[in-house]
């Protein structure tokens, strides 16, 4: 899905990811700071949340589904392959380890919201005299559309048109 759908490049990087993962897992030893599942939900979820936007800087991902996530993200607009993980995780592990993975998961996406800022929307109302203009240089950058409505500058009361656009 990923090489046919999402890039060459993107799976060249998370295919090195995940060995690099698979590798360094093994290497380094691992040591318990804590047993309390709800700090490790945490804190696990603010380092994996790190490492999941170093690698979307970097045009990659840290394998999993987030292939498939990515892909129905990107193209099919759909963002709920988590939900589906999440309540099999439920059903086959218990709610607990179901609950505690959401809390590990809000954690990290938040941190990779605040990394990452490809996702991120941004709220455009230009005041103008070339709307039909500076609607095509916005469709043109962003993919996105806009709306132009009519109104009226406060200062010399004169007609003006504002473009209103979302864009990421």
């Not at 193209?75 to 380890?97: H, Q």
């Not at 070339?130 to 007609?159: P, R």
């Amino acid at each position: 899905i990923s090489f046919k759908f999402i890039g060459k490049k993107f799976t060249g990087y998370s295919c090195l990811m995940i060995v690099l993962t698979s590798v360094l897992t093994d290497i380094i030893p691992g040591y318990a700071i804590t047993y309390d599942t709800l700090l490790i939900s945490i804190f696990g979820g603010l380092i994996n949340g790190f490492v999941i936007g170093l690698c979307l800087h970097m045009n990659a991902t840290t394998g999993g589904t987030d292939f498939i996530a990515i892909y129905l993200s990107e193209k099919k607009e759909i963002d709920s392959w988590n939900v589906v993980i999440l309540a099999a995780a439920g059903v086959l592990f218990g709610w607990d380890k179901a609950l505690y993975s959401i809390i590990f998961q809000y954690t990290s996406t938040l941190v990779v919201h605040i990394l990452y800022r490809k996702y991120q929307h941004e709220t455009l109302f230009i005041v103008t005299n070339k709307a039909t203009e500076v609607y095509e240089v916005i469709s043109k950058m962003s993919n996105h559309g806009a709306t132009i409505m009519e109104g009226e500058g406060s200062y010399e009361h004169q007609e003006r048109k504002i473009v209103y656009s979302v864009v990421s």
